[in-house]
């Protein structure tokens, strides 16, 4: 599943519509040649978004794999509401049988907590 928006979007926006895709059961998610993983972290700073420390700009696509029923299902409702959103110029998704995510997840070193 493929979906596209070209809107100014919120951290929180992408964080939610990453959600939504997850539990139509994405089993493997990228937001704009980002991969992502359960510990990825999206955050804003002065230029916009960052995925796990990278900048990242709009417009937006996110690449999911999974029952193309379920994402379907959460694409479409996600759009629908995505539409309805004045900050949005356009939302869409296509299916796609044969999508391939082949960015790689970077890495970041595991801290056990700070003094």
């Known amino acids: ?3 596209t928006v070209d809107a100014p979007l919120t951290p929180l926006d992408l964080q939610d519509a990453l959600d939504n895709l997850r539990v139509a059961g994405a089993e493997a998610l990228a937001l704009n040649d ?4 359960t510990s990825s972290v999206i955050n804003g700073d002065s230029e916009g978004v960052t995925v796990d420390g990278v900048s990242v700009r709009g417009p937006w696509t996110l690449w999911a794999i999974g ?3 379920r994402l379907s299902s959460a694409a479409d409702q ?3 509401a995505l539409r309805d959103d004045p900050r949005v110029h356009s939302a869409g998704y296509r299916a796609e049988s044969d999508l391939v995510i082949r960015s790689t997840v970077v890495q970041r070193p595991f ?4 003094a």
Do not use: E, H, I, K
């Not at 980002?34 to 993983?37: G, I, K, M, Y």
């Open 34 to 37: 980002q991969r992502l993983v």
């Open 78 to 80: 996600m759009t629908r």
């Open 111 to 114: 801290v056990y907590g700070s």
């Open 1 to 3: 599943m493929v979906v």
């Open 67 to 69: 029952d193309p029923t």
